[in-house]
């Protein structure tokens, strides 16, 4: 396959952010899908909502409950992980599969060894090896879409320029 020219990739974090968005999408819809039908699926949602839970308090505001508090928390993580896969666009385009696998390997084990040392407590993705497993392959398959869409992007070629301001 022949490589799209370097003033083609995606240079502003905007760009990225289509990327970033697929890559946080396929994450969420796994996690979501799977904590319904597999038996001891990751609960990224949980760990979610106590750190949104955990910095609210910390603002000093009172968190939601319930439903209200599981919407608000998978915002934030499509938000937060729209940003952090939106990385993956963001690099020369030689790579995005490797810098795709690469930072979804590096953000599924920090769900899995961070929890406990940020207060979330250790359940949620350690509740058993295989647990773990699949947090961390989850994570690297989100890169690995991040990474699809950043290479559908470039193969579309360069976006048409808007006039600037003196048009």
Known sequence: ???????SRPRFLVAALGPGLVGATSLTLLHEGARRVVKHPPRMDVLGKRALKKGLRGLGLRPAHGKRLHRQSLAGDLVSNSLFYALVALGRPK???????????LAGLGAVVLPPYLGLGRGPSRAR????????AWYTLGGLAAARATRSLLEAGPAQETPGPGW
């Open 95 to 105: 790579r995005p599969f490797l810098r795709g696998g690469v930072l979804g390997l």
């Open 1 to 7: 396959m022949m490589e799209p020219p370097v003033s």
């Open 129 to 136: 090896t295989s647990t773990s497993l699949l947090t961390v």
